[in-house]
Every structure is written in structure tokens, then in C-alpha cells.
């Protein structure tokens, strides 16, 4: 192919590629933020409730169609979240996929979470905050030793031994999505932190759209300017949800939404 042949060929790529996104971000208009005492779960939709100390972590089965909420109770917390399909954990959380197919690595209510396969883990339904992190993962050993001059407890670690817990291991962790964690990038590509975006009590709450397993972490993610971690606990309520309805925002926002929900539900047909 001669140079001309070749520049040609990626004019006519880049133009596709700018075609499909507009496509892909002419979205329906999204929904505010939920007021943060907002959405009040009622009693006898509740399955579990569970409390995870700063620095620790836990493991949650979630039934296609049940909620999670995790809440930031004292506005101090980060929270890191993988989830694998419960009937094959080959299939699990893909943060790239989740940004490439919905043109943003803003995650807020109305988004979805992707998986490996292109289909929808998790849909998020109520969302307090808005500052969710999708890009930079969550705390290792290193990062840790960097920031505090110690080895701490971290997000890779916790993973590690969850994943443990559910007959998984190190190849089994993908990089995470970390939930009240105000990242964004300034014009330079550059990671920041906005620490005003941080409140107490703000949740936010997940639909399972598969059986999943889910890990969550609950360590300072490796932005956090604190010196010394000052994380603190949060709160994880396990409950029912009614049916999604037609036009729910999270399913129909998107050509690619609606790509990605109708593949999912083929499992479940």
C-alpha cells in the first residue's frame, strides 16, 4: 500500500471514529444526582446489612435484580469494587470497556458497568455524589509505602485475599472502579483530586443485571491527599429491588445501552 493509500485509510478511520462518537455521546439527558437523604431504602427490602472498617475488606453475592448500597457514612472513605459472574467468573468487571462503550470516565446515575463480555454487571441507579473513579485503581503495597512510608493495608491486597475467599486468584483481579473518589484530569492530562466533592453520607446504589459475586475494599485510594489515612467505615445494604421499568434511564440512555442490556438479557431468556 503506497503512503498515499495509507493516509488516506486513516482519514477515512479517523472520521468513522469521530462519526461514532458523536453517535455514542448523544445521549438521553441524564439524571441529576440523588438528594443525599434521597432514595430511603424501605425496612422489609432490606436482605443484609454489614458495616467494613477502614482498611478491611468483604464479599457479596448480589441475585440478578437485588441492590447495593454503599454508603461514604463520614465522607472520609474510598471504596473499591470488582465483581465477577457468579455461574462463570471468567466474565468479570472491565473498566476500560465501561469507559470506551459510553464515551466518558464519568461514572454517575444512569451509567452502567460493563464486563469483559460487553455485557452489564451493574447498573447505577441512585448516586449521591458523582465522584467515582475509573481510571486510576485502587492502593498496592508500593503506593502505600510511598505515601505513608509504610506498607499499609491496601485495595491489591484485600483483593487478593477476596478473591481467595471465592476460590479466585491473583489472575482473577482486573483493575477496579473506586466509588467517592473525586478524580478528574486538567487540561494537561494530569490526575486531580477535589476533596470539596467529598460529603458525608452520600451513597451510591447498584442494580445487579447477573448473578455476581462482588469484592469490596475499603482503603484510601492513592489520590487521597490525607497525611496520615484517615479513612473511616462504610456501610453495605444488600436489598430488593422492583423490576426496571421500560424506559429506565440506565437501559435506555444510549444506542449502546440498549445494545449492551439486550445482551444481557439473553442469559436470562
Not at 478511520?13 to 462519526?19: P, V
Not at 473511616?232 to 423490576?243: E, F, G, S, Y
Amino acid at each position: 500500500m503506497s503512503a498515499q493509500n495509507k493516509a488516506e485509510r486513516a482519514e477515512a478511520n479517523r472520521r468513522r471514529y469521530e462519526e461514532l462518537r458523536a453517535a455514542g455521546q448523544e445521549l438521553k439527558q441524564l439524571p441529576p444526582l440523588t438528594a443525599p437523604d434521597g432514595a430511603p431504602i424501605a425496612p422489609d427490602a432490606v436482605i443484609s446489612t454489614e458495616q467494613v472498617p477502614p482498611g478491611w475488606h468483604t464479599t457479596v453475592r448480589l441475585s440478578r435484580g437485588e441492590g447495593l448500597r454503599i454508603s461514604d457514612d463520614r465522607g472520609r472513605s474510598s471504596v473499591s469494587l470488582l465483581a465477577w459472574r457468579t455461574e462463570d467468573p471468567c466474565e468479570r468487571i472491565n473498566c476500560a470497556d465501561t469507559v470506551k462503550v459510553q464515551w466518558s470516565a464519568a461514572l454517575s446515575k444512569g451509567r452502567m458497568i460493563l464486563s469483559d463480555m460487553g455485557r452489564v454487571l451493574l447498573s447505577v441507579i441512585e448516586d449521591s455524589s458523582g465522584a467515582h473513579d475509573l481510571l486510576v485503581g485502587g492502593s498496592t503495597a508500593d503506593s502505600t509505602l510511598a505515601a505513608y512510608g509504610e506498607v499499609t493495608r491496601n485495595t491489591q491486597a484485600n483483593f487478593i485475599s477476596a478473591a481467595a475467599k471465592i476460590g479466585l486468584g491473583l489472575r482473577d483481579i482486573p483493575p477496579c472502579v473506586t466509588f467517592f473518589a473525586p478524580v478528574t484530569t486538567d487540561a494537561a492530562g494530569r490526575f486531580v483530586w477535589h476533596p470539596s466533592r467529598k460529603r458525608p453520607g452520600d451513597f451510591v446504589d447498584l442494580r445487579a443485571e447477573m448473578n455476581l459475586m462482588v469484592a469490596v475494599s475499603n482503603c484510601a485510594h492513592p489520590l487521597d491527599p490525607a497525611r496520615p489515612a484517615a479513612p473511616a467505615p462504610v456501610t453495605l445494604i444488600r436489598h430488593r429491588l422492583p423490576q426496571p421499568a421500560f424506559d429506565d434511564v440506565c437501559r435506555t440512555a444510549s444506542p449502546e445501552a440498549l445494545r449492551a442490556y439486550a445482551f444481557t438479557d439473553r442469559l436470562f431468556v
